[in-house]
């Protein structure tokens, strides 16, 4: 809807994203604070409960990298 953005994860069959209609659906423009500049963690993983799992996973070349 006009004044409303959709965002969209990067996994696509688990990410909490607006597709999800229940979770997060469109976001209001007023809720939105900035834009992103940097990826602060990334993990290869979808088990973010398990600690092991994530660290195993975790993927140094992406984490602190400059998004276009």
């Known amino acids: 809807p006009k004044g ?3 965002f969209m994860g990067d ?3 688990f990410s909490r994203d607006s597709r999800d209609i229940y979770f997060m659906g469109f976001v209001p423009k007023e809720n939105i604070l900035g834009r ?3 990826i602060f963690f990334s993990s ?7 600690l092991f799992g994530v660290i195993r ?3 140094l070349n992406r984490t602190f990298q400059k998004v276009n």
């Open 4 to 6: 409303h953005f959709f």
């Open 11 to 13: 996994n696509r069959d």
């Open 36 to 38: 992103v500049t940097h």
């Open 44 to 50: 290869a993983t979808l088990e973010t409960y398990n």
């Open 57 to 59: 996973d975790f993927r």
